[in-house]
């Protein structure tokens, strides 16, 4: 049974950055009821109502994987890693973006799915093999036309993107080699609970696994969970390897701890997720309060980052442009646009952040080590950024 924990209010569609905010732009923009729910069967945590992927994964998709040095280095070696470990012959990875795994592997040794053209063309265009398609029973039927199974199947902050997870599985089983491994990373639910990281939950993360959810999914689909990576990237992320369930693969020391660990933790229990949301109350309370105080103190507020997660916040904390005065970012296709819901200006970033600025909101909280580092002369001067995580709290030099 579904039970619903925390409703995030009207939330606009993260992807849909407007070009121009005139009268019929707004008119036009999608709003849906985000709530979230725990599944007291299977222990998954799930959006209640997901919208239509096609609304979502469109020929504009604006979030670049490669923008960022730390997810330059993860995906990297990553690549590396599996590839070193498994030696797969041939692999595939769902949800490619702009190809930044994908470039680490031989061209004809990978091939790729990513629904969003606009991304799909970037890999085509660098010759690797890309199917423009949505990843799905149709989808695997095709790929499968040619006898060929997969020894690798990757997949980064996708799967936790897709509705129908026992299709999404299942498909996966049908492709997969007989000793072949399906290795897929997402935001972690533990890290959220620890982190009061609300704003991982938006239109696009319809999911947010644990091992133990994810355990009883893949189970459904002859699948199993032998080992499992804790990650700092997006905030805290589990990577999942997964095999057939007869494989050679035996579960890891480190998939027993942590399946205790979040039993000790009650990732299983709905009273965790109702003080989770109680915690989200207070998170926003306190928020609103510390920029209305610093806004009457005549502060120049802006916000760094144009993320996906940051419209959670801006639309279920009702802050706009009066709170915050405009967006950083340094992604080409956000700059001079307005963030969706509450439309605030997207600027480019620049060498450092401008001098007029007093506090720097972090809409990218997960890349504060990177962020630091490019805006060492913003926090000498006094510069100060604010966080939500894992409380409202201002960082200075
Ligand atoms: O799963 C998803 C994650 C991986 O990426 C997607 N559904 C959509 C997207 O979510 P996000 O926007 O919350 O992701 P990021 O990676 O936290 O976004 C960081 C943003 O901040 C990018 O637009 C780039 C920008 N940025 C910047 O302007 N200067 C980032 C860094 C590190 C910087 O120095």
Redesign the pocket.
């Known amino acids: 049974m579904k039970k619903k924990f925390l409703n995030l209010l009207n939330q606009p569609i993260?992807?849909s950055y407007l070009k121009s905010i005139d009268k019929k732009n707004i008119k036009n923009e999608y709003f849906y009821n985000l709530s979230v729910t725990f599944n007291t069967k299977n222990f998954l945590v799930s959006l209640s109502k997901p919208v239509d992927p096609k609304k979502q994964y469109t020929d504009k998709y604006?979030?670049?994987?490669s923008?960022?040095?730390?997810?330059q280095k993860a995906f990297s070696s990553v690549a590396k890693k599996l590839q070193n470990r498994f030696k797969p012959k041939l692999s595939m990875e769902i949800g490619s973006?702009d190809g930044v795994f994908l470039k680490n592997f031989d061209k004809k040794k990978i091939v790729a799915v990513e629904p969003c053209l606009n991304l799909a063309r970037i890999t085509q265009k660098l010759g690797y093999k890309t199917y423009p398609k949505f990843w799905n029973k149709s989808l695997a039927n095709k790929i499968l036309k040619n006898k060929k199974k997969y020894d690798l199947i990757y997949s980064?902050?996708?799967i936790?993107?897709i509705p129908n997870l026992k299709e999404t599985f299942d498909s996966i089983y049908k492709t997969l080699s007989d000793e072949g491994v399906f290795v897929f990373e997402?935001?972690y639910m533990g890290s959220v609970l620890k982190m009061n990281s609300y704003?991982?939950f938006?239109d696009?993360?319809v999911h947010v696994f644990s091992l133990i959810a994810i355990s009883n999914l893949l189970k459904e689909s002859n699948l199993k969970v032998f080992d499992v990576d804790l990650l700092s990237t997006?905030?805290g992320s589990t990577r999942f390897y997964a095999s057939k369930f007869n494989s050679k693969y035996k579960p890891s020391k480190k998939v027993k701890k942590l399946k205790s660990r979040e039993i000790k933790q009650g990732l299983d229990k709905f009273l965790t997720y109702k003080k989770f949301a109680i915690r989200v109350k207070n998170s926003k309370k306190d928020l609103i309060n510390l920029l209305k105080k610093l806004k009457a103190k005549g502060k120049k507020v802006i916000s760094?980052?144009?993320?996906?997660?940051?419209?959670t916040i801006f639309n279920y904390c009702n802050i706009g442009s009066d709170l915050i005065e405009y967006v950083?970012?340094?992604?080409k296709n956000?700059q001079g646009k307005y963030t969706p819901g509450k439309h605030i200006l997207i600027k480019p970033?620049q060498d450092s952040i401008p001098k007029d600025v007093d506090y720097a909101f972090l809409?990218?909280?997960?890349?504060l080590k990177?962020?630091k580092k490019?805006?060492i002369k913003f926090l000498k001067r006094g510069g100060k950024f604010i966080t939500h995580v894992p409380k409202i709290k201002i960082i200075s030099f």
Do not use: C, V
Request: aromatic residues 10%; hydrophobic residues 25%; charged residues 20%.
């Open positions: 993260t992807n604006a979030h670049r994987a923008q960022s040095l730390t997810m973006n980064a902050n996708t936790s993107h997402d935001p704003d991982q938006y696009e993360h997006h905030g760094y980052g144009a993320t996906y997660k940051s419209a950083l970012d340094s992604t956000k970033s809409g990218a909280w997960n890349f990177e962020i490019k805006e």
